[in-house]
């Protein structure tokens, strides 16, 4: 467990925070309708984790709308750049695509060789609302009392690793607010909110799911939800901007493949990206983790990565 401040007013830095069908761009298996193969898709997570449980569950989807077997393949490592820059480097012929964390548009930022520019975005199919969390027996009833404390005195805040979405939800709450926080980066969600659980942190900054069932046992208490509106499965935790900070963070999800897609293949698989999304059995699946269901088309998931693109840019440069 490593610590890094990150304090506003002064605010000190963190170290890490197939073929196309009439296509001539398409690869070699050749034949007159996408897809004739199997589809390998890219995992920048370990197996067992919330971005593999959420694409398996949108692969089994895929296979049977288009009717071929759809390969997860697990690429982890350097903050999920390896396999963004496996993705990047593949022929844009449909027969590879990945999962699209939120984290393509914040490496970059961060001394990656990630650039969303590099590829062709197919649909948003999920959403982790941030949570705020702090110990049971916190003397922090709300927000404002974790603000007004952390403005007199450095308070830490666990969250999943350096360079994360949660730290870099730390970053922005510090900014915003001007309260001191210091960073203290876990592998992954499970152990920082271990940590808050047992009072080894003043918070924790996590996905909704991974707060849910701490939450749900009396063990933790959820001050604030970065998103928009309440969470569906914590209605009597007020949002962050209910407290006056207009702070939304989120481990969102989708689908993403190279750059340069034949339109007919790019079509096929955001309207059949579109009907998983949107069946039964996915939003089933997606949601109970205390995960949202969310779905943007193409056009709309390419703007929305590209406005946090530049967001994450304002956030991380400010925290540095």
């Not at 077997?69 to 027969?95: F, H, K, L, W």
């Not at 590829?119 to 974790?146: K, N, R, W």
């Not at 009072?199 to 991974?210: H, K, L, R, S, T």
């Not at 707060?211 to 007020?238: C, I, K, N, T, W």
Request: proline fraction near 5%; glycine fraction near 12%.
């Amino acid at each position: 467990m490593s610590r890094t401040a990150f304090l506003v007013g002064g605010l000190a830095t963190t170290a890490a925070l197939t073929l196309s069908a009439c296509s001539g761009g398409g690869g070699a298996q050749g034949g007159d309708a996408f897809p004739e193969d199997d589809i390998t898709f890219i995992v920048q997570a370990a197996a067992g984790g919330g971005s593999d449980l959420s694409s398996r569950a949108l692969a089994d989807e895929l296979e049977q709308n288009l009717g071929v077997s759809i390969v997860v393949e697990n690429r982890p490592g350097a903050s999920g750049s390896t396999a963004m820059q496996y993705v990047a480097d593949q022929e844009p012929d449909g027969y590879t695509i990945g999962f699209s964390p939120v984290e393509i548009s914040m490496l970059g930022h961060q001394d990656f060789d990630v650039d969303p520019a590099d590829y062709d975005f197919l649909g948003q199919i999920m959403l982790a609302p941030g949570v705020l969390v702090v110990p049971a027996d916190s003397p922090h009833q709300t927000l404002e009392d974790f603000v007004a404390a952390g403005k007199q005195n450095e308070l830490s805040v666990a969250n999943a690793g350096a360079g994360s979405i949660w730290e870099a939800t730390a970053f922005g709450l510090a900014q915003e607010s001007g309260a001191q926080l210091t960073s203290v980066p876990f592998d992954g969600g499970a152990p920082a909110i271990t940590a808050a659980v047992g009072g080894q942190v003043d918070a924790a900054v996590a996905g909704a799911g991974e707060a849910m069932s701490a939450y749900q046992e009396g063990q933790l208490r959820p001050l604030a939800v970065f998103h928009d509106e309440r969470h569906p499965d914590m209605p009597d935790v007020p949002t962050a901007a209910e407290a006056g900070f207009d702070l939304e963070f989120g481990g969102w999800g989708g689908v993403y493949a190279p750059e340069g897609l034949p339109d007919d293949v790019r079509s096929t698989l955001e309207s059949s990206i579109k009907q998983a999304a949107q069946s039964d059995s996915f939003v089933d699946t997606i949601s109970k983790p205390g995960n949202l269901t969310v779905y943007k088309n193409a056009d709309e998931f390419t703007e929305f990565v590209n406005s946090e693109y530049e967001r994450f840019g304002q956030i991380l440069g400010g925290a540095r």
